[in-house]
């Protein structure tokens, strides 16, 4: 047989019944959309992410160390093969006036090509007096290029020591891949514990020893795509090995440092001692001094009295002689007046007079020679005396000078001495406390906000995996019910093909070309729309979120393999099942046409009182609804199937809304979290409660103990965070431990055993009474007895009480945290300033930074939500359109009839609208029922493991679901309201069903 005529005819027939090709197109094409859509967005998320970071150059892993990265760290580092690495300086500041905090990250051009800054406006710094600041909205509303930031070192940590300079020209605005989130930073030490955001200038600016960070990329990790097990693999085997070049690495710079402080103290000492010896021998140089003046003005004193004793002999043994002589001198003179008168006589004893006289006035003479030179040697002896007294004046200046001197270097000294003392001191017990350094290899999952994105890619992943389901299953009922009435209209068409010798597969492939048709076209449309709308919605709506680029679309061809075959088996059994029946009956009964249906009772006729009571229109309507039962399921089902789908939209979209607002202010009663270091002394402890009582809206303080742990249970094991408070009572006022179910029934901590959240009981497989292994601290175990199960939305936790803690743990409590409740009124940003100026403190973090963040990441999920519910609604309509249109077209005759019969067309609109009523309410009502269930599955699967939605759904929601349903059914009917105004009677009367 030529099979021409009858692909002729197969294209004939798309073109004259339009309505029904084009509503399997459109069923299929939303379906394979949605499906091939969210299926891709999760991907496109991962490939758009990965891209990104091969761009930039994401390091794969960031190196620090307690202590920083000395030369023998980098030589063991550069030793790791196949590795490049970024070596800088970074640094948390606070920036003056603004009180902005920030990382401050050195930059090089000649640096690794490793996390490359974007430049969004402006520049990266050239100079020491330039800087490049974070994209975030924090600085960009503060700040503009050629503004001036100024480093405030008194509020930094320790900036003297770090910086060469704190006055900075912004030149440029950048972001980087270590950080994709818009918004978050972290925590730091400084300011209020929140990090604003990092900031970039040149390496020249820094004044270290050592460097901070050590950012490694690997040369194979672009071989693999972000996120995935493969590169998981890879990179925690790269980072072992890394840790294994580190393993001896503490213990061998311990050594050294310890040898190096040490030798610095016993220097140290040595000098005090050298300083003290030097100031004893000033000293004693000074004494000697002392004593030569002393001793010089003594033989000063001692000469001056044997001068004068001498002078005073001298003059008295002068005037002895002087006065003898002239007594011997008026002697002789008396003599000689007497012998004068007896010259003559007695001549020769006058001339003996007057030798005598001669030789006395010679005395005098001598003894006058005598005095002057007496006077000539006084007057020497008094200027050498004079001399000696100004030089020992002098002496004497000079002693009080270097004596002045003397004591203020010695004052100097021995503060200096004593300071030396109290650092060697200080020196002495950090050397007893000195640990070995703690080395950190860190992979991207502690970049801000790159282990955030990948979950959210999760849940969409997640999601993907179920509606498409439903979706695909309307789509199968849709065209089933199309191809079963296509099918019944060319029943005679079908016995003329059979008689003219047509074989069954020949006749059978007209339907399913038919249907082949619309599902290719509507698949490949659908393909189009979904690989191209979906992830660019979707990921533009995380924008808001993350510093990514815009979604980079792909074809995949799993996905589309998936879906076209789902589509084509969708149509092909639905039109297998309906083409079937006709075939296996023989032309002769094909020609005929078909028998009606025998009229039956309805259940309402056997109910009396109440048929009596109802209307002729209202018994035609009843009859009409319960006597095509296939007509009146295929609707219910499609009605309750939309409304099932909307009301899962929407109480996906309750059940995480709340979210936030439960976790945190129904359970988690605390404003903040210190974090405070567990050495601290006494004294450091109450300057930090002097602190906080300081502050006005203040309420209490709680002590406690959290700290990483790992949990297993059989082959399952998963990570939480145990809390251990110092007072179980006042514990109740910070967190509140209730049954998920029974939210009245709440739990107290005791010494029985541990409270553990729900969702870790979950995927634990445990319950009340039963035990788990807790790990902790490198290997050490215990077993844990379960007291009780507590509601938790976000991560995993485990509470237990002191004393209980004390019998698993066998160890002492070393503190770690503190919870804190205040008002409202209080001001963050200053608590979080005083608290990180206080030793005790090593950081702070507010609940409020935490609950945003959460709740900008549930907002994005919204997006998803309102995705889910605009393709379901479509669905919805596409459903109801053609399944009222199919019934108006099975029943064309009858409607035709009771126009002939006078009815207006409204009345004829109005005698479906009453059916199509009914089944809707009634489709809705099993809507919800299926919806509830519906939520549940999702709810299940879509979760994380360390998240919990809250099962759920508002009563607007279900109100959100009618109304949508109930809209599209009236506007269905609008439509057919139209079609039926221009039925042909005539042509409709001559028609055979």
Do not use: C
Not at 745 to 772: C, F, M, N, P, R
Request: aromatic content about 10%.
């Amino acid at each position: 047989m030529k099979k021409s005529a009858l692909w002729k005819d197969t294209f004939r027939e798309i073109m004259r019944s339009k309505t029904r090709f084009l509503s399997i197109f459109a069923i299929i094409l939303i379906g394979v959309a949605f499906y091939a859509g969210l299926s891709a967005t999760g991907p496109v998320m991962i490939d758009t992410a990965d891209s990104y970071y091969d761009e930039q150059n994401l390091s794969d892993l960031h190196v620090f160390s307690t202590m920083g990265l000395a030369d023998e760290d980098k030589k063991l580092l550069e030793s790791v093969e196949n590795a490049d690495i970024n070596y800088l300086y970074s640094k948390d500041v606070i920036f003056n006036k603004t009180g902005l905090t920030s990382k401050v990250y050195s930059w090089n051009e000649n640096r690794e090509n490793i996390n490359d800054f974007k430049i969004i406006e402006g520049r990266l710094p050239k100079s020491t007096d330039e800087i490049a600041l974070d994209q975030t909205s924090s600085y960009a509303n503060k700040y503009s290029i050629g503004d001036e930031v100024k480093i405030n070192e008194e509020s930094s940590d320790s900036q003297d020591n770090t910086f060469k300079q704190d006055t900075f020209k912004v030149v440029g605005f950048v972001k980087s891949p270590l950080f994709i989130e818009r918004s978050s930073r972290g925590n730091t030490t400084i300011g209020n514990g929140n990090l604003d955001g990092f900031s970039v200038v040149s390496s020249d600016v820094f004044d270290m020893e050592v460097y901070t960070d050590a950012y490694v990329l690997f040369d194979q990790s672009n071989q693999y795509e972000s996120y995935s097990d493969d590169y998981q693999s890879f990179i925690k085997e790269k980072t072992n090995d890394v840790e294994d070049v580190f393993s001896s690495r503490p213990e061998e710079r311990y050594e050294k440092l310890y040898d190096e402080i040490e030798k610095e103290i016993d220097d140290g000492y040595a000098e005090i001692e050298e300083a003290k010896q030097d100031l004893e021998e000033g000293r004693q140089e000074l004494n000697d001094s002392r004593k030569e003046i002393d001793e010089g003005y003594a033989d000063y004193e001692t000469g001056k009295d044997e001068l004068q004793t001498e002078e005073a002999n001298a003059r008295a043994e002068i005037e002895s002689e002087r006065e003898n002589l002239n007594q011997a001198l008026n002697e002789i003179q008396g003599n000689k007046n007497q012998l004068k008168e007896a010259q003559r006589e007695n001549s020769a004893a006058y001339e003996q007079l007057l030798v005598q006289e001669q030789q006395v006035l010679a005395g005098l003479e001598e003894v006058q020679q005598a005095e002057n030179q007496l006077e000539q040697r006084l007057a020497t002896s008094r200027e050498e005396l004079e001399q000696a007294r100004i030089e020992l004046d002098d002496a004497e200046a000079e002693y009080q000078e270097g004596l002045a001197e003397f004591e203020e270097k010695e004052a100097k000294a021995n503060k200096e001495i004593d300071e030396a003392q109290i650092d060697l001191k200080e020196a002495e017990e950090q050397l007893a406390d000195l640990e070995e350094p703690e080395y950190f290899v860190k992979d991207r999952t502690s970049f801000a906000g790159y282990e955030e994105f990948s979950e959210n890619a999760d849940r969409i992943s997640a999601i993907a995996r179920i509606f498409p389901v439903f979706f695909f299953m309307l789509a199968a009922l849709i065209s089933l019910t199309t191809m079963t009435r296509m099918v019944d209209e060319g029943r005679n068409q079908i016995g003329t093909l059979k008689a003219l010798g047509y074989g069954n597969m020949s006749i059978a492939a007209k339907y399913f070309v038919y249907a082949f048709i619309a599902t290719l076209f509507g698949s490949l449309l659908g393909l189009f729309l979904g690989y191209w709308l979906f992830p660019s919605v979707i990921l533009d709506a995380y924008s808001s979120l993350y510093n990514l680029p815009s979604a980079e679309t792909h074809f995949y061809w799993n996905y589309a393999t998936i879906s076209m075959i789902a589509a084509l088996l969708a149509t092909g059994l639905s039109t297998l099942v309906s083409v079937r029946l006709s075939l296996r009956s023989n032309a002769a009964t094909l020609l005929r046409p078909k028998a009606p249906k025998k009229g039956k009772r309805i259940f309402l006729e056997r109910i009396p009182f109440i048929w009596k009571r109802f209307s002729f229109i209202q018994k035609v309507s009843s009859r009409n609804l319960f006597r095509y039962k296939r007509r009146m399921l295929m609707t219910l089902f499609g009605v309750a199937g939309g409304t099932a789908l909307l009301l899962t939209g929407f109480g996906l979209s309750d059940s995480i809304a709340d979210i936030t607002d439960v976790q945190f202010g129904e359970i988690n009663l605390y404003q903040a979290i210190v974090t405070e270091d567990s050495d601290a002394n006494k004294e450091e402890q109450e300057f930090i409660a002097e602190t906080l009582n300081e502050v006005d809206g203040f309420e209490k303080q709680l002590q406690s103990l959290q700290e990483s742990i790992t949990v297993d249970k059989g082959s399952e094991t998963r990570d939480a965070t145990l809390l251990v408070p110092d007072d179980e009572t006042v514990f109740q006022d910070f967190v509140v431990l209730r049954d998920r179910d029974d939210q009245t029934s709440k739990y107290k901590l005791s010494d029985e055993g541990a409270i553990i959240t729900d969702k870790l009981a979950d995927l634990l497989e445990v319950t009340t009474g039963d035990t788990i292994e807790m790990e902790w601290d490198e290997g050490k175990t215990s077993e844990i007895k379960i007291a009780g199960i507590s509601e938790q939305y976000v991560e995993h936790f485990i509470y237990m009480s002191k004393d209980y803690y004390n019998q698993v743990v066998k160890d002492d409590i070393a503190y770690n945290t503190s919870l804190l409740k205040y008002e409202d009124a209080v001001s963050e940003d200053e608590l979080g300033e005083k608290l990180t100026e206080e030793e005790g403190v090593l950081g702070i973090t507010f609940v409020s930074s935490i609950k945003e963040e959460f709740q900008n990441s549930m907002d994005s999920l919204n997006v998803v939500t309102v995705v889910l519910i605009i393709s379901a609604a479509s669905l919805a309509f596409v459903v109801l359109y053609n399944l009222t249109n199919i019934n108006v077209s099975e029943r064309i005759r009858e409607l035709s009839t009771i126009k002939v019969l006078g009815f207006y067309d409204k009345e004829v609109t109005m005698y479906v609208y009453r059916e199509n009523f009914v089944l809707t309410i009634m489709g809705i009502v099993v809507g919800f029922v299926l919806g509830i269930f519906m939520h549940q599955f999702v709810l299940q699967t879509a979760e994380l493991d360390v998240m919990r939605f809250i099962n759920q759904i508002a009563w607007s929601s279900y109100l959100y679901s009618f109304l949508l349903m109930f809209f599209f059914s009236s506007l269905v009917m609008l439509v057919m309201h139209f079609k039926l105004k221009n039925v042909d009677m005539v042509e409709a009367l001559k028609t055979q069903d």
